[in-house]
């Protein structure tokens, strides 16, 4: 892998130009120059006309987009489109592909808040085709934002072009602050529009805290328990009726504000024009949740606060309930709070992505269960033979600096003062003692390390889990690699095999980790950030792998030299694709030039194919449109029940490579 920067998503590496005949794709790529291209952004969004009540009523939320995957056995587009409305009855809505005749999709009534506000669920069931398409989706009643809405899907034989971010929201800071980095404005999701304008997303992946709670502490409701100092009558107080009215109403306002029109307009385009897979992490819930103590998490506050995170977590983001989540996509953990998403960005790339807050606890972030239950998905029929890389998402990311240092301070230190203690003075001592929790009066840097998975508390998990993944690579010879945001900086680290570091291509320990945060909230103190950078030195993790982060930030988005070249405190996200040319998939880090301006500087993370063994052999000799074309039905059959996305493997598929050289092994250890 080389790292390399210039504006951005988009703009191969040189190298890459010289040695390798690029596709039309990546062709339309280079002809991209977005520092000139890019102009100022301003949907035209029209206000909902609210009418009478015997008319549409007022659209108060979306539409939202959400992307599930593709059966590719029946070449059908799997997705859904979310409406929250004061109607009781579903409105009508259009969907046409092309100049297409419109369908009419049905609608399903979720959930109703308070009787008032209804959750609609339209199944988008597609077809997909052997060449790009363009969907507009419409209602006759006309009380959307704007008349029409559309969204891109890519042939059945290409893989889709991705969007990652994280931390889309502000923690509870001063106004000023929040106006400074443009709270109103929104640079980093205007970019993100300017980018899919001149060559569209296919789908955005939300990697946690798609929006911030932080604020519901200092509601009315929570008077009485801000009021009571005492720890123990605090954990032990009933919830009263204006508490669970409170908790309740302050969840769906905060989502209605984050993903609506008329509070979030940037965001509400963003995700009305392209369809999302999102995953929670901490602040879609409260701060810091599931790290706490236990007898905290059992409180009757944080289990009525859980219900309603969790309740209207679904609805916006999932477009499902908790009941019904395992029909609409998602994999069950061992809690009915927690789910998991296994599906395809295209025939060429596997996603993961891994709920670590529905089940979590100070000591666990999922149980020896679901990984079962993830890893028997994994090797099922769920991920067809022609995927060759995996993204893993976990929110947190898996692979980053040491925080050892600060852990053990805090954790041993309770009372004093640790700036004293760690012997700091000025940002880093201020950095360090910091604010008190305002849930359980912890040190606040306290709680985000044990959300980490380098936390010690963490550490046995972490490596089972990698090591899980080492042996999947193995065996399918699939390239993995990792999602991660969460920590309000960017960053790439890598794990490997030292004796292959020349050799990436056939090393199926080396893995990427990703980190992109975030794309609203301010960057940590500098000072943290240093003291990270002095304490990322190579690590052992197992054996003969190693893992330590990339120097790929030696210029700022400015142009200015840096010195920390390993993480750099500048809001952000991630575009990446798949390179059919190369086998790569590159990763571009998008960190914005100046605070609170439209405008971002690209750096670039190529992460290679993997070719390993007799599976990785056949992976890439084997002809991908002729199993696509042995699974084309003879006929597309729309139906209202949800279809199954495996696959049924084809006989010059099997064995050991007979048949022309198009044979997938079944998976074996090499």
């Known amino acids: 892998m080389q790292p390399y920067e210039n504006s951005g998503y988009g703009q191969p590496p040189q190298q890459q130009q010289q040695h390798h005949h690029m596709s039309d794709f990546t062709a339309g790529f280079n002809q991209m120059n977005l520092r000139d291209t890019i102009s100022s952004h301003v949907p035209h969004l029209h206000r909902p006309q609210f009418l009478s009540s015997d008319g549409p009523g007022e659209v108060v939320c979306g539409p939202l987009l959400r992307y599930i995957g593709i059966d590719y056995s029946k070449r059908l587009y799997r997705g859904s489109i979310l409406v929250v409305t004061t109607s009781h009855h579903p409105p009508p809505l259009e969907v046409a592909i092309g100049g297409q005749q419109p369908i009419r999709p049905h609608g399903q009534k979720l959930d109703s808040y308070r009787n008032k506000y209804h959750f609609f669920r339209y199944a988008l069931d597609l077809p997909i085709a052997e060449t790009a398409q363009e969907v507009t989706y419409s209602t006759p009643d006309k009380n959307w934002a704007q008349p029409s809405f559309s969204f891109h899907m890519p042939s059945i034989f290409d893989s889709m072009r991705f969007m990652f971010y994280s931390c889309n929201g502000f923690s509870d800071i001063p106004q000023d602050i929040k106006d400074k980095f443009g709270e109103k404005t929104a640079p980093l999701w205007q970019d993100v529009l300017d980018r899919h304008d001149v060559l569209p997303f296919h789908v955005l992946l939300g990697g946690g805290d798609q929006l911030y709670q932080d604020r519901l502490i200092k509601e009315d409701f929570m008077i009485p328990w801000n009021e009571e100092k005492d720890p123990a009558k605090r954990l032990a107080m009933p919830m009263t009726q204006d508490m669970r009215s409170g908790f309740e109403k302050f969840y769906f306002d905060n989502y209605v504000i984050n993903f609506g029109f008329e509070g979030n307009p940037f965001v509400a385009k963003a995700f009305a024009t392209i369809p999302s897979v999102n995953m929670w992490d901490d602040h879609d819930i409260i701060d810091g ?125 309770a009372g004093f003062n640790l700036a004293t203690i760690a012997g700091k003075t000025g940002a880093l001592g201020d950095m360090i003692s910091g604010s008190l929790n305002k849930w359980n009066g912890d040190p606040e840097l306290l709680d985000d390390m044990n959300d980490h998975w380098t936390a010690g508390n963490h550490e046995e998990e972490r490596k089972a889990f990698i090591e899980k993944l080492q042996v999947y690579a193995r065996e399918r010879s699939i390239r993995v690699s990792f999602l991660g945001g969460d920590v309000h900086c960017c960053g790439a680290g890598k794990m490997y095999s030292k004796d292959m570091k020349e050799k990436e291509e056939g090393d199926p320990y080396f893995m990427v980790q990703i980190i992109s945060s975030a794309i609203v909230n301010v960057p940590p103190p ?82 290679p194919r993997l070719v390993f063994g007799q599976a990785g052999y056949h992976l890439y000799h084997q002809n991908k449109r002729d199993y696509l074309d042995y699974l084309k039905p003879k006929e597309h059959h729309f139906t209202d029940q949800i279809p199954s996305i495996g696959f049924s493997r084809p006989a010059f598929m099997s064995g050991g490579g007979g048949g022309g050289g198009y044979g997938m092994p079944e998976p074996r250890n090499y």
């Not at 060759?388 to 990311?397: A, D, F, I, N």
């Not at 809001?571 to 590159?586: F, L, P, Q, V, W």
Request: net charge neutral; proline share 5%.
């Open 526 to 607: 500098q000072a943290l950030l240093t003291v990270l950078n002095q304490n990322s030195s190579f690590i052992t993790f197992n054996g003969n792998t190693e893992e330590r982060m990339y120097n790929i930030f030696k210029r700022s988005p400015n142009g200015n030299t840096r010195q920390n070249k390993k993480l750099m405190g500048m809001r952000n996200y991630c575009a990446g694709y798949y390179d059919e040319s190369s086998g790569k998939i590159n990763f571009w880090i998008q960190a914005e030039k100046e605070v609170g301006k439209k405008g971002t500087m690209g750096y670039l993370v190529d992460v």
């Open 289 to 413: 949740y599931g790290s706490y103590p236990p007898e905290m998490q059992n409180a009757e506050c944080f289990q009525v606060l859980f219900a309603n995170a969790c309740r209207f977590y679904y609805l916006f983001q999932h477009h499902t309930t908790v009941e019904l989540a395992p029909q609409h996509g998602f994999i069950r953990g061992t809690a009915d709070s927690c789910n998991h998403i296994i599906t395809t960005l295209g025939p060429d790339i596997g996603l993961l992505s891994l709920d670590c807050r529905g089940e979590r606890t100070k000591h666990d972030i999922c149980t020896p269960g679901t990984y079962e239950t993830v890893f028997e998905c994994l090797r099922s029929e769920m991920m067809p033979p022609t995927v060759k890389h995996l993204l893993v998402l976990t929110g947190v990311p898996l692979i980053y600096p040491r925080l050892t240092l600060f852990e053990n301070l805090m954790d041993g230190a």
